[in-house]
């Protein structure tokens, strides 16, 4: 049975060869890098935007976000010392090694199976997954975003307890806990604003009360906001189940082809 070549290695000159390989790693690592990246800016969007409405994510959600940051700082630095690797090499050998990686038929792309740089890749697949992870917590927010702007949903009564603080990089902001009384026993809740305690008040209660739809939303403004937010994270999401559906063709062809050459090797 035969394997896949690595970039480069079909080029005659090994300088050269080498050089496309390193190309080929510096780019899969600036594409592990940005995707890590936008998936920490919508995971850190998300986040925030939940904080701000009383209603934070969870501890793993913060966490995720955390490791994120991590992975992105990593796959700059990798980008970095290759570019730095790269530049040490002659002029001339990086001249005939850019078009080369530039057309090469095995270049690092996500959707591609086998992969042909395993770490890069798997980094990236690591972001874009996050970012599924992020969507499908999102999709209660448009929800109720969109249930509040549409007028839909219960009228039930919030009963303010206490006040508590929440501190982001940036800021800090005081909103108000209490229950929310939806005709059997309470539950707990949250108002983004602080209002007097001991004094109930009428609230919307929201239709989908998971992930990022936990929290009451007090205006139209901070219902679309919610939903400009989410359907951003989601348009994100479905840029990457196009990938992970080409991933799966290729997979699927790439187990076809190693089946045909087991039986002929067989035969």
Same mark, same amino acid.
């Not at 090694?97 to 690591?126: D, E, F, N």
């Given at each position: 049975?035969?394997?896949? &070549? #690595? ?9 050269? %060869? ?26 850190? @969007?998300?986040?925030?935007? !939940? #904080? /701000?409405?009383?209603?934070? $994510? ?19 630095? !990798? ?13 001339? =050998?990086? %001249?005939?090694? $850019? ?27 690591? @972001? ?9 917590? /999102?999709?209660?927010? =448009? ?7 549409? @007028? ?9 307890? &206490? ?7 940036? &800021? ?42 936990? %929290? ?43 089946? $045909?050459?087991?039986?002929? &090797?067989?035969?």
């Amino acid at each position: 049975m035969g394997s896949a &070549s #690595q970039p480069g290695t079909d080029v005659a000159d090994p300088d050269v %060869a080498a050089t496309v390989r390193l190309l080929h790693r510096r780019h899969g690592w600036s594409r592990a890098a940005a995707t890590s990246f936008i998936a920490l800016v919508l995971a850190e @969007g998300a986040y925030a935007n !939940a #904080q /701000s409405q009383g209603a934070p $994510a969870p501890s793993w959600f913060l966490g995720m976000i955390i490791a994120l940051g991590a992975l992105t700082a990593v796959s700059i630095i !990798a980008a970095v010392v290759d570019t730095v690797l790269l530049r040490r090499r002659p002029p001339a =050998v990086r %001249a005939q090694a $850019a078009p080369i990686a530039a057309h090469h038929p095995r270049g690092p792309h996500a959707h591609h199976y086998p992969p042909r740089h395993l770490v890069t890749w798997a980094l990236r697949w690591a @972001g874009m997954l996050v970012i599924l992870v992020v969507a499908v917590v /999102s999709v209660p927010a =448009v929800v109720d975003g969109t249930a509040y702007l549409a @007028g839909a949903g219960r009228t039930v009564t919030f009963d303010p307890v &206490s006040y508590q603080t929440n501190c982001d990089r940036v &800021s800090c902001s005081t909103i108000t806990d209490g229950v929310l009384e939806t005709g059997g026993a309470g539950i707990s809740a949250s108002w983004q604003n602080v209002v007097p305690l001991g004094k109930p008040f009428q609230v919307r209660e929201p239709v989908w009360r998971w992930g990022l739809g936990l %929290a009451l939303i007090d205006s139209d403004k901070t219902a679309i906001i919610a939903v400009v937010v989410s359907l951003l994270i989601e348009g994100f999401a479905v840029l990457v189940l196009v990938k992970l559906v080409r991933l799966t063709r290729n997979w699927r062809r790439h187990r076809q082809r190693h089946t $045909a050459l087991a039986s002929a &090797s067989t035969a």
